[in-house]
Nanobody, 119 residues
Framework: QVQLVESGGGWVQPGGSLRLSCAVA????????MGWFRQTPGKERELVAR????????YYLDSVRGRFTIVRDYAKHTVHLQMNSLKPEDTAVYYC????????????WGQGTQVTVSS
């Protein structure tokens, strides 16, 4: 089994930064891709960024490219999402996810962490 535990959400003013972290416990070998989704009330969950454990170019949602960076640390079984120049429209619940296959099937999810960007 795989468990994902997020941390690092909170409140920040526009233009500020937050770093989300996701710790992977259990059988990491089940996963080849890690990602971050976000969701706001009334909207579908959207993929913000993803990265493969094995490397390669990360994927970013157009609206966050250049502001967000996803980083993996395989030795520590953690994935981070560094979010800079945050905007009010980035406000959402952010979910860490782990998947396998190509394209990946995201079978494992964290509990979610709230990110609020407001003045």
């Amino acid at each position: 089994q795989v468990q994902l535990v997020e941390s690092g959400g909170g409140w920040v003013q526009p233009g500020g930064s937050l770093r989300l972290s996701c710790a992977v416990a259990g059988s990491v070998l089940r996963l080849n891709t890690m990602g971050w989704f976000r969701q706001t009330p009334g909207k579908e969950r959207e993929l913000v960024a993803r990265i493969r454990w094995g490397g390669g170019s990360p994927y970013y949602l157009d609206s966050v490219r250049g502001r967000f960076t996803i980083v993996r640390d395989y030795a520590k079984h953690t994935v981070h999402l560094q979010m800079n120049s945050l905007k009010p429209e980035d406000t959402a619940v952010y979910y860490c996810t782990g998947g396998s296959g190509d394209p990946p099937s995201y079978d494992y999810w964290g509990q979610g962490t709230q990110v609020t960007v407001s003045s």
